[in-house]
């Protein structure tokens, strides 16, 4: 099974800060890295798929790269509405295996 | 509107079995595979298994495995979990999400999710 692992685990940042957070897989998972922004009491939400692709309808502050076992998030610049918890997850087999998620909190 | 509808929230005593489904609408429901995945209180997401509603193949997480089973009624467009022998570490929202069977582009649309509390 693949392992996904995420850092940190908490990043206290301010509104208009550029924030980054990785994620790293067990093994070589080619590009097939998505990220979710979860809000409390909310499903998550798909911001990027395939490691770099933006999701219709997400912001272009939000973007991804890498491919093979290291991964970045990236916001440009934050935004009120963007502290959440963020999660990857490899979409390159089964079983599916998610991060253990990073909070973005507000400094 | 593309959207997925949950049945609503379940109490259940340990021991016991509990049934979660998810409607589907506004789109082609045998061109998506329908995940299933779990939040216990205060923590992250738990994938728990998938299903193929065109074929009604399953692939279940190791964990869940002889406890878990996902059916699908195609003609409902609906999507069932039922988790067995529950235990009090099962009390978590589960969720069901969609996610396009030709490549692998995430799980884009998501269900409200479904409060599963197992109390005696």
């Known amino acids: 099974d693949i392992q996904m692992t995420q850092s940190p685990s908490f990043l206290s940042a301010s509104v208009g800060d550029r924030v980054t957070i990785t994620c790293r897989a067990s093994q070589s998972i080619s590009s097939y890295l998505n990220w979710y922004q979860q809000k409390p009491g909310k499903a998550p939400k798909l911001l990027i798929y395939?490691?770099?692709s933006l999701q219709s309808g997400v912001p272009s502050r939000f973007s991804g790269s890498g491919s093979g076992t290291d991964f970045t998030l990236t916001i440009s610049s934050l935004q009120p509405e963007d502290f959440a918890t963020y999660y990857c997850?490899?979409?390159?087999?089964?079983?599916?295996?998610f991060g253990q998620g990073t909070k973005l909190e507000i400094k | 509107q593309v959207q997925l509808v949950q049945s609503g929230a379940e109490v259940k005593k340990p021991g016991a079995s509990v049934k979660v489904s998810c409607k589907a609408s506004g789109y082609t429901f045998t061109g998506y595979y329908m995940h299933w995945v779990r939040q216990a209180p205060g923590q992250g997401l738990e994938w728990m298994g998938r299903i193929n509603p065109n074929s009604g193949g399953t692939n279940y997480a190791q964990k869940f495995q002889g406890r878990v089973i996902m059916t699908r009624d195609t003609s409902s467009s609906t999507a069932y979990m039922e988790l067995s022998r529950l235990r009090s570490d099962d009390t978590a929202v589960y969720y069901c999400a969609r996610e396009v069977r030709t490549t692998a582009r995430g799980m884009d649309v998501w269900g409200q999710g479904t409060t599963v509390t197992v109390s005696s």
């Open positions: 997850q490899q979409s390159y087999s089964t079983p599916r295996s």
């Open positions: 395939a490691a770099s």
